[in-house]
């Protein structure tokens, strides 16, 4: 993003002039907050840097406690809020719009939707692949959006942060030689979240909901982590084996270990009961467990509705239908995979 800036000013100072004129018929006022590009850049560096830095204390000590992490990630998204103006001032709801249009509220929102998305991508990365797949995708479909609507500043910051990801993919999938560690993935998530508070204040074109569809993945998980977490009495902080790239890895390893048994003529109940012991249902799988196998499926599921999203991106009833169909497909797929494993356990248990 910072060589976007320096070697195509004119290109960048051009379109912010254009969405400078363009908020002004914007009922998200704060369009032409931030300024000139090279502004822009620096409320997100310096915004950037209290999120990289307490992931990066975290990679080096594993010391920090779950709230001082999370203060130090409200610390760099007030800056950048407070900093671009670029918060939240209408989700296209009746009613709650009234609500948001108070910069209170419509800060306070865009607050607990940056931690959300800092920590949103930092939980999808537990597979290998998985988290560059996804933002890659989440930033392919603000960048074309962003191209559709001409918005040359987050067009460009989204193609910056996409061609890095893709260049880490090979050393990260399918066998994991280099990883993001929690400074990466808070750092993918902050820049990824911004870029689409950027593109929705900065163009009036752009649903708000767009965001939830070009995130869809994270943001399932998240917000149905927040609700297992609630309902089970576990910390909101706390890790667990439930997300559903862990429960579709347990499921793979399952039917892949039963066929290969299968194959292999072995397959009989003592060899069943064994395998299923094998499992560590509440633990952590083999090593020789399937990785980066699984990440592809769940590559095809976010895709899927991050380009419909791009579709619709104008559109806040069809984003709001896609939306709530991908959260019913998600709990449901979220269940069968945690029924499946829970009856492996229990047959498991008793062989």
Known sequence: MVCAVLLQPEVLAARAGGSSQQAGNSTQAGAAAAGSPLQVLLWWLLGLA???????????????????????????????????????????????????????????????????????????????????????????????????????????????????????????????????????????????????????????????????????????????SMWRRFRTGMHAMEPDQSHLHQLMRHQVHWNRSRRLMHESGVLGHQAVAALRRSLHLHGELPARAPNGSVSPWLWSLHGVVALLGVLLHGNTPGLMVLCLVFGVVYVVLHRKLDDARERVSVVGGAG
């Open 50 to 224: 209290p999120v990289a830095g307490v992931g990066l204390v975290e990679d080096l000590t594993q010391r920090i406690r779950p709230r001082i992490r999370l203060l130090w990630m409200m610390l760099g998204s007030l800056i950048w809020l407070l900093g671009t103006g670029y918060w939240l001032h209408a989700l296209g709801v009746p009613g709650v719009d009234v609500l948001m249009a108070w910069p209170a509220v419509g800060v306070c929102f865009s607050l607990f939707a940056c931690l959300g998305a800092i920590n949103a991508y930092n939980i999808i990365d537990g597979l290998n692949g998985l988290l560059a797949g996804v933002a890659g995708l989440s930033l392919l479909a603000i960048a074309i959006v962003a191209a559709q609507v001409g918005d040359a500043l987050v067009l460009q910051g989204a193609c910056c942060l996409a061609l890095a990801l893709l260049g880490w993919l090979p050393f990260n999938w399918p066998r994991a030689r280099l990883f993001a560690g929690d400074g990466g993935a808070y750092c993918i998530g902050f820049i990824t979240v911004t870029l689409l508070f950027a593109l929705v204040v900065r163009n009036s074109a752009v649903s708000p909901w767009f965001g939830l569809t070009a995130a869809a993945l994270p943001v399932a998980e998240t917000l149905y």
